[in-house]
């Protein structure tokens, strides 16, 4: 079984040697910021510049697993300070509050509970498709498309700067049956009015081409031209159409399957509310 982890750690940082006294009686770091006249490293300044680029590049508010695929490791280092990261049961709550936010808006698919192994509690989150494991310490494990899915939110969760939004009362993945057919009907009712304008005005200049008996082609060329755009507009709506109904329907068979299943599925290693670590690290 594949298991891959991130972890934010602050205990992974490298050990920094504590400031002391030197022969003079001040600190190597005094010295070293005010050796040359009391100005700032150039590590620090360029620290300083590439966070500040990578707050100008991503969107930390929306901070997804594209995102964390996108970024170097000085980037990561750069955006996440380690000795500001949150962790313990604080961050089990942040994160909690955040994943039922995104299960609520379907940004995340698949069940969120509350596990305990060794008198710690954990956050499991699983589909069909895969699990999640989640540490106090920031560790999380697991493995398919939650992994991918929970490892920003983790992330996020555990940064002081980020505000966790307040899940709704009824955050959990809604019934099978509620599922509506498909999204987007007002903007497929404006193509299709467009399209309509679209045939009628082709219709209407290829009618008077020929009752007129106008001695030109630009006429019936431009109602030709109207024509094809007004039926590409319906085909493009009739396509939009069809695929929201392939979407809706394979997201009722998900949630049918999680609902139906008496039992979680049997790549997730946790049986009742204890994780299971012998088959977790296969």
Same mark, same amino acid.
């Given at each position: 079984?594949?298991?891959?982890?991130?972890?934010?750690?602050?205990?992974?940082?490298?050990?920094?040697?504590?400031?002391?006294?030197?022969?003079? *009686?001040?600190?190597?770091?005094?010295?070293?910021s005010?050796?040359? *006249?009391?100005?700032?490293p150039?590590?620090?300044?360029?620290?300083?510049?590439?966070?500040?680029?990578?707050?100008?590049?991503?969107?930390?508010?929306?901070?997804?697993?594209?995102?964390?695929?996108?970024?170097?490791?000085?980037?990561?280092?750069?955006?996440?300070?380690?000795?500001?990261?949150?962790?313990?049961?604080?961050?089990?709550?942040?994160?909690?509050?955040?994943?039922?936010?995104?299960?609520?808006?379907?940004?995340?698919?698949?069940?969120?509970?509350?596990?305990?192994?060794?008198?710690?509690?954990?956050?499991?989150v699983?589909?069909?498709? *895969?699990?999640?494991?989640?540490?106090?310490?920031?560790?999380?494990?697991?493995?398919?498309?939650?992994?991918?899915?929970?490892?920003?939110?983790?992330?996020?969760?555990?940064?002081?700067?980020?505000?966790?939004?307040?899940?709704?009362?009824?955050?959990?993945?809604?019934?099978?049956?509620?599922?509506?057919?498909g999204?987007?009907?007002?903007?497929?009712?404006m193509?299709?009015?467009?399209?309509?304008?679209?045939?009628?005005?082709g219709?209407?200049?290829?009618?008077?081409?020929?009752?007129?008996d106008?001695?030109?082609i630009?006429?019936?060329?431009? *109602?030709?031209?109207?024509?094809?755009?007004?039926?590409?507009?319906?085909?493009?709506?009739?396509?939009?159409r069809?695929?929201?109904?392939?979407?809706?329907?394979?997201?009722?068979?998900?949630?049918?399957?999680?609902?139906?299943?008496?039992?979680?599925?049997?790549?997730?290693?946790?049986?009742g509310?204890?994780?299971?670590?012998?088959?977790?690290?296969?």
């Open positions: 079984m594949e298991d891959t982890s991130t972890e934010p750690d602050p205990g992974s940082r490298p050990d920094r040697e504590p400031d002391g006294p030197d022969s003079d *009686g001040g600190s190597p770091r005094a010295d070293a005010h050796g040359d *006249g009391g100005d700032a150039d590590g620090a300044d360029d620290l300083a510049a590439l966070r500040q680029r990578v707050d100008e590049e991503y969107d930390f508010d929306d901070f997804g697993p594209a995102d964390m695929a996108r970024m170097s490791a000085e980037e990561w280092d750069a955006a996440f300070d380690p000795e500001s990261w949150i962790t313990g049961d604080r961050l089990l709550e942040r994160a909690e509050a955040e994943l039922k936010s995104r299960i609520a808006r379907r940004d995340v698919f698949g069940v969120l509970e509350r596990v305990r192994e060794d008198g710690e509690e954990r956050l499991l699983y589909s069909d498709e *895969g699990y999640a494991i989640v540490r106090p310490t920031g560790e999380v494990t697991g493995q398919g498309t939650v992994l991918r899915d929970i490892e920003p939110v983790v992330a996020l969760a555990a940064m002081e700067s980020h505000d966790v939004p307040e899940p709704p009362e009824d955050w959990s993945l809604p019934h099978p049956d509620t599922v509506p057919e999204s987007g009907e007002f903007g497929n009712l193509i299709q009015v467009i399209a309509v304008v679209q045939v009628l005005a219709g209407a200049l290829l009618v008077a081409s020929f009752v007129a106008l001695n030109t630009v006429a019936p060329a431009m *109602g030709i031209v109207f024509l094809l755009i007004g039926l590409l507009l319906f085909v493009m709506v009739a396509n939009a069809l695929s929201d109904r392939f979407r809706s329907e394979e997201y009722r068979e998900r949630l049918r399957a999680l609902r139906e299943a008496k039992e979680r599925p049997d790549f997730v290693p946790v049986e509310g204890v994780v299971n670590e012998n088959d977790r690290n296969e």
